[in-house]
């Protein structure tokens, strides 16, 4: 399967725990990007990378939130001290974007829940 | 500040029938709009896009139909079938900048037999 992965695919945790997510894009894909989703809504940006610089980030993102992309390839994300409003859908997606092209294609997500 | 409106919330439609959904945008910049199915505990698939150049574009039984001095843009769906029930979401981007996309509510289709 050469689509965007997402690892884990679900999460439990408790509230003040740290947490990791994982994506992998598609191979030579360029950007990479996190949203969140919550029940009955669509997604919402979080941030997003061009191979490995992290170029723009949400009013959603709090300090608590921290995302790399080491070597310009996979990513990952990372809440400190969650609270129960971080639970919700993560969801990674991936682009290889040119001036005509601008097409993203999304994981499978990471749903968190924080108890 | 919600830039993409959608509607309906909801959407039930008889096999074979026409689905209809619309979505209008405030943001004069965007110049790329994708629409999304997503099944319950899957991520967004994208199905057909359109750029502002063109009034309309069709894919299969799927066609976007654009309108740039109203802002406005809708999915058609063909001959709705039973496996077409899902989520679907509008959304904009603007290639020149960041290329986020700035996505819609929802749609949730039901298509029955």
């Known amino acids: 399967d050469t689509g965007v992965s997402q690892n884990p695919r679900h999460k439990i945790t408790k509230r003040g725990q740290n947490v990791t997510f994982r994506c992998d894009p598609i191979s030579e894909h360029n950007r990479l990007y996190w949203y969140r989703q919550t029940l009955g809504q669509g997604p919402e940006f979080l941030t997003y990378f061009q191979n490995e610089a992290q170029l723009e980030k949400s009013r959603l993102l709090s300090d608590r939130f921290s995302a790399e992309r080491p070597k310009g390839s996979f990513s990952t994300l990372e809440i400190q001290r969650t609270e129960q409003g971080d639970s919700a859908m993560y969801l990674c997606?991936?682009?290889?974007?040119?001036?005509?092209?601008?097409?993203?294609?999304f994981g499978p997500g990471t749903r968190l829940t924080v108890l | 500040q919600q830039q993409v409106k959608q509607s309906p919330q909801s959407l039930i439609v008889q096999k074979g029938g026409i689905s209809i959904i619309n979505c209008a945008y405030e943001n004069t910049a965007f110049d790329y709009f994708p629409w999304y199915q997503q099944f319950p505990g899957k991520g967004p698939a994208l199905l057909i896009a359109?750029?502002?150049?063109?009034s309309e574009k069709k894919e299969g039984r799927f066609t976007i139909s654009f309108n740039k001095s109203a802002k406005q843009f809708s999915l058609h769906i063909m001959d709705s079938q039973p496996g077409d029930s899902a989520t679907y979401f509008c959304a904009a981007g603007s290639t020149g900048t960041a290329s986020k996309l700035t996505f819609g509510t929802g749609t949730r289709l039901q298509v029955t037999l």
């Open positions: 359109i750029r502002p150049d063109v």
């Open positions: 997606a991936s682009s290889f974007t040119s001036a005509h092209n601008n097409e993203q294609f």
